[in-house]
């Protein structure tokens, strides 16, 4: 599976962006999806997670309420929709794709096999 992630870029706070991951292959719609950041001198830390077939998402306390995940498994991309931008949104964004059997929207960056190049997301103040 590749993943490549896109739509990252430079806003100011309280703007908005939307990352989009398109990933290869025929098994897309059989893997929960997950958006993961990171940001300099820091851990990748998770995100949000969207189950296989979109029914059930998984965010991150600090983002609930201003991110929204979201899946076209017939397009095989899923979405971040970033709204509410703060500075402290800023990092390195990754997509990546846990093929666990029937395993849900996960937070844990150990469940996922494939993991997108990343896309840079700067939030100024």
């Known amino acids: 599976v590749q993943l490549q992630a896109s739509g990252g870029g430079s806003v100011q706070a309280g703007e908005t962006l939307r990352l989009s991951c398109v990933a290869s292959?025929?098994?897309?719609?059989?893997?929960?999806m997950g958006w993961f950041r990171q940001a300099p001198g820091k851990e990748r830390e998770f995100v949000a997670a969207?189950?296989?077939?979109?029914?059930?998402?998984n965010y991150a306390d600090s983002m609930k309420g201003r991110f929204t995940i979201s899946r076209d498994n017939a397009k095989n991309t899923v979405y971040l929709q970033m709204n509410s931008l703060k500075p402290e949104d800023t990092a390195v964004y990754y997509c990546?794709?846990?093929?666990?059997?029937?395993?849900?929207?996960?937070?844990?960056?150990?469940?996922?096999?494939?993991w997108g190049q990343g896309t840079q997301v700067t939030v100024s103040s």
């Open positions: 969207i189950s296989r077939t979109g029914g059930a998402t």
């Open positions: 990546a794709a846990c093929t666990i059997f029937n395993r849900g929207p996960t937070g844990r960056k150990e469940e996922y096999d494939y």
């Open positions: 292959g025929r098994m897309f719609s059989s893997y929960s």
